[in-house]
Antibody
Framework: EVQLVESGGGLVKPGGSLRLSCAAS????????MNWVRQAPGKGLEWVSS????????YYADSVKGRFTISRDNAKNSLYLQMNSLRAEDTAVYYC????????WGQGTLVTVSS | QSVLTQPPSVSAAPGQKVTISCSGS????????VSWYQQLPGTAPKLLIY???KRPSGIPDRFSGSKSGTSATLGITGLQTGDEADYYC?????????FGGGTKLTVL
């Protein structure tokens, strides 16, 4: 069974940093690209970043470029999102999702940026 | 402002059919496959349709997808109260992932 479990969310002050993790199981992690997608409270889905299976290709939404860094460790079946210079508008539930079609999603982890 | 345009809401009675539109441009829908996602209240999104019209295993054939030019459509027949959810379309645009703003389906 495919499972994606996010962790690392929490309350952080504006300008602070947070590192999200996504633990994958039930599939060959190293064969799939991975994505981070976020959803602000009461709002729609917003793509954040994607990384190819071997980390050769990495893409970011303009809203996070230069502040967020996506990475993965295929040996540990894990996906990461390092978030720096956090702003109030980064407050959202962050989901990791598998592959080009985002066919499986984790349960999400809530990031709240507030003083 | 989402790159893909969806109606904010649609509604229909149980047993009826509903369609949800997703409008884009030649740089996204016009040249890429479209996916559709269902998000029940308080849960993570779930893939309903991929590659314009394919259903993952376990998705009933009441759900269908189509694409024409720069627009895509999700169809749901035999509506059930359990179908009440937010629905999102998604595709790619120059290596960037884009989603519609979401459509809230109400089953009256």
């Amino acid at each position: 069974e495919v499972q994606l479990v996010e962790s690392g969310g929490g309350l952080v002050k504006p300008g602070g940093s947070l590192r999200l993790s996504c633990a994958a199981s039930g599939f060959t992690f190293s064969s799939y690209s991975m994505n981070w997608v976020r959803q602000a409270p009461g709002k729609g889905l917003e793509w954040v970043s994607s990384i190819s299976s071997s980390s050769s290709y990495i893409y970011y939404a303009d809203s996070v470029k230069g502040r967020f860094t996506i990475s993965r460790d295929n040996a540990k079946n894990s996906l990461y999102l390092q978030m720096n210079s956090l702003r109030a508008e980064d407050t959202a539930v962050y989901y990791c999702a598998r592959g080009r079609n985002s066919d499986y999603w984790g349960q999400g982890t809530l990031v709240t940026v507030s003083s | 402002q989402s790159v893909l345009t969806q109606p904010p809401s649609v509604s229909a009675a149980p047993g009826q059919k509903v369609t949800i539109s997703c409008s884009g441009s030649s740089s996204n829908i016009g040249n890429n496959y479209v996916s559709w996602y269902q998000q029940l209240p308080g849960t993570a999104p779930k893939l309903l349709i991929y590659d314009n019209n394919k259903r993952p295993s376990g998705i009933p054939d009441r759900f269908s997808g189509s694409k024409s030019g720069t627009s895509a459509t999700l169809g749901i027949t035999g509506l059930q109260t359990g179908d009440e959810a937010d629905y999102y379309c998604g595709t790619w645009d120059s290596s960037l992932r884009v989603f519609g703003g979401g459509t809230k389906l109400t089953v009256l």
